[in-house]
Structures are given as structure tokens and as C-alpha cells.
């Protein structure tokens, strides 16, 4: 008896010797049509990917969440198989299965997170920014020391967080998102709900463009902006080094 106490003891105290893994939070939008026209959307597939190649190469443990939860529609003009991190991923009917049954974020705890990440695709202009969950999540994670971060698109989910002393969190930080000129390029602009620099730039944040379609990521403390899918995997590595520190 004295023997399976101590064997018990020991496995506790081992147990309770092991590091916390770090869970990181991907976050992808429920909006599917691109309104105003006959086009589908959603979240864009190598946003995705690629910062998730980076998270569990570093040994993190990643979830799935959406404002709504449930299924989260992928643009397919992001399904580029050509792309070997996309296809690994695409192929995995365990990853896509986990995007068809997202976590809502009305019932994360956000204390179970050290870093909560937003991933373009244009259908986040309809469903980030006035989520209140978007807003309380990152919030609470962001002031609790972990990392905000969002490419592409994915920072319309920051034009909207307001920090406990009232003030946006973007307020006087640095940042990036898709430009003006690549959405004019794309000849989207008329289609969306408002430009997503612009409402950056509003809320005072100082935008930082670079040549569309090149590589460019933008950090502030621990929060990390890409302006394109081409910022993905960079965008990744930054927040990894950030959880590494």
C-alpha cells in the first residue's frame, strides 16, 4: 500500500513538473458571399496554413474558432494545392474537419490562450469588426500579456477592440492590413462595407503600406499585422518569436 502511494505521488509530482504547452487561437470568418455580387468568399487558405506550419513546428497547440462557430466557408480562389503547406493541410481530413466545426468564440476562455490570430479572406469585412466576442476574446488575452496578431484582411477584426481604459487598441501602434491599392487592384473596393486602411488609420493607428503583394509585417509590442497572403509565414514566425521570449 505504502509502495502505490508513493508511486502515486510520483506521478503527480512528475506531472505537475511539465510545462504548459502554449494554445494559440486561429480565428476565421462564417461569412460565405461577397456581397453585392455572385461571388463566394470566406477565409483565405494560406492564411491559414502557413502561420499554422509555424505554430506546431514551434510545438504550440492550435484551435479553430469563428465568430459563430460551426462550418467556415474557405474562398476558393484561395485553393491553391500548388502550395505544398496547402496541400498538406487540404488533405488532412482531420484539420478540415476542425474548420467545418470551428469553436465559437462565445465560449472560449481566453485564459486558456497565449496568443489569438486572425486570418483573412474578404469575408471577414462583414463578420470581425462588430463582433462583440472578437472584441472581449482578444481583450482579455491582450491585456493578460499574449499576443494579438492578423493578416491581410484579418485586422478588420481590430478596428473595434477597446482595451479596459476605453481606448482602441490600435490606438498609436503600428500596423498593416490589405492597402487601398491592392483592393483597388482586385477591383473589390466597391464592394466593400468600409477600406480597410482607412479605417485603421481612423482609429489611429499608423498604417504601414508596402508594394502590393510583397511581404510586410508590422510589430508593435505583441501585436502583429501582415498586409497580404504573401505575410502569412512571416506573420507566424513573429508571433512564435514573441511566445518564445
Known amino acids: ?6 508511486l502515486l505521488l510520483s506521478l503527480f509530482s512528475l506531472a505537475s513538473c511539465q510545462p504548459d504547452v502554449t494554445k494559440v487561437l486561429i480565428v476565421v470568418t ?8 455572385d461571388t463566394k468568399t470566406g477565409y483565405y487558405l494560406s492564411e491559414v496554413t502557413h502561420p499554422y506550419d509555424k505554430f506546431i513546428k514551434a510545438g504550440f497547440d492550435v484551435d479553430f474558432a469563428s465568430p459563430e462557430g460551426g462550418a467556415a466557408p474557405m474562398d476558393p480562389k484561395s485553393l491553391d494545392l500548388e502550395d505544398p503547406l496547402n496541400k498538406s493541410f487540404y488533405e488532412n481530413k482531420e484539420l478540415m474537419g476542425q474548420l467545418e466545426k470551428t469553436i465559437s468564440l462565445k465560449t472560449i476562455n481566453p485564459k486558456d490562450y497565449k496568443a489569438i490570430v486572425f486570418a483573412g479572406g474578404h469575408g471577414t469585412m462583414w463578420d470581425f469588426a462588430d463582433s462583440e466576442a472578437i472584441s472581449q476574446v482578444s481583450r482579455e488575452i491582450y491585456e ?10 484579418g485586422p478588420a477584426a481590430l478596428v473595434n477592440i477597446k482595451l479596459s481604459n476605453g481606448d482602441y487598441l490600435i490606438k498609436g501602434k503600428r500596423v498593416t492590413g490589405f492597402t487601398n ?9 466597391k464592394f466593400m462595407p468600409f477600406m480597410l486602411e482607412d479605417k485603421l488609420k481612423e482609429r489611429g493607428a499608423t498604417f504601414e503600406g508596402a508594394k502590393p503583394w510583397s511581404e510586410q509585417v508590422v510589430v508593435d509590442g505583441r ?8 505575410s502569412a509565414s512571416r506573420l507566424g514566425l513573429q508571433v512564435v518569436e514573441i511566445l518564445n521570449q
Open 223 to 230: 501585436l502583429v499585422t501582415g498586409q497580404n497572403p504573401a
Open 1 to 6: 500500500m505504502n509502495y502505490l502511494i508513493l
Open 181 to 189: 491599392v491592392e483592393e483597388d487592384i482586385v477591383q473589390l473596393s
Open 144 to 153: 493578460s500579456g499574449g499576443v494579438v496578431a492578423a493578416v491581410c484582411h
Open 30 to 37: 462564417n461569412h460565405s458571399d461577397l456581397v453585392g455580387t
